[in-house]
């Protein structure tokens, strides 16, 4: 079974700080893994994803993760924070022959304080 | 592309009563998948259709049903609502692996359910 564990459930930093999200999986077999953000009252949005290819991936928005199989993480980072960076975080990860059967974790809301 | 659009958007039902919630996927997309999200229990996977027959599906009662059409929309309903049903359902639409897809979803802005 996979599944996702997001360390912190809420995060905060300075605008220009950097931005740490921590995720980790379990997975029996080689994952693909996911960051996604929700705006208030809004869906998820794709930010990034890993599909076996490069393990340090870029994504919208100035973020980027690398997958490190040897930790199981995937922790997404940001140099610099801006204010519009304040939203909730979802770390996923899903597997080759799941379909679409995606784990979410539990999220990180993130503040971004002036 | 027109992104994944849900209707309604904002539903308040009675206790007892029924819903059907509309999604319709980004064109091309034959996979939709549906989300509960809640703030005590986050997001959960309700259900996932593919060209009509659902493929995977979650720890959700029976009341919880779907469907999928020959175009790719999809329905959920609910049936019987309790207050606990109250969160925003969220659907997501993906390109299937075999036409090229890598497994990201693509989201709607969800639909807010209220059961009062």
């Known amino acids: 079974a996979q599944s996702v564990t997001q360390l912190g459930s809420h995060v905060s930093v300075s605008e220009g700080a950097l931005v740490l999200l921590r995720c980790n999986y379990s997975?029996?077999?080689?994952?693909?893994l996911f960051w996604y953000v929700q705006y208030p009252n809004q869906g998820l949005q794709l930010l990034l994803k890993?599909?076996?290819?490069?393990?340090l991936v870029k994504g919208i928005n100035g973020f980027e993760a690398e997958f490190k199989k040897s930790e199981t993480s995937f922790h997404l980072t940001k140099p610099s924070a801006h204010m519009s960076d304040a939203a909730e975080y979802f770390c996923?990860?899903?597997?080759?022959?799941?379909?679409?059967?995606?784990?979410f974790g539990t999220g990180t809301k993130l503040q971004v304080i002036p | 592309k027109a992104g994944v659009t849900q209707t309604p958007r904002y539903l308040i039902k009675t206790r007892g009563q029924q819903v059907t919630l509309s999604c319709s996927p980004i064109?091309?997309?034959?996979?939709v998948s549906w989300y509960q999200q809640t703030p005590g229990q986050g997001l959960q996977f309700l259900f996932e259709?593919?060209?009509?027959?659902?493929?995977n599906k979650g720890n959700f009662p029976g009341r919880f049903s779907g469907r999928q059409f020959s175009n790719s929309r999809s329905e959920m309903n609910v049936s019987t609502l309790e207050l606990g049903d109250s969160a925003l359902y969220l659907c997501?639409?993906?390109?299937?692996?075999?036409?090229?897809?890598?497994?990201?979803?693509?989201f709607g802005p969800g639909t807010r359910l209220t059961v009062t």
């Open positions: 996923a990860v899903t597997w080759s022959g799941g379909y679409q059967k995606v784990t």
């Open positions: 997975s029996s077999v080689p994952p693909y």
């Open positions: 064109s091309g997309h034959r996979s």
């Open positions: 259709y593919f060209s009509e027959t659902q493929r």
């Open positions: 997501a639409s993906s390109l299937d692996v075999l036409a090229g897809g890598t497994y990201e979803q693509y």
């Open positions: 890993y599909t076996s290819a490069a393990t």
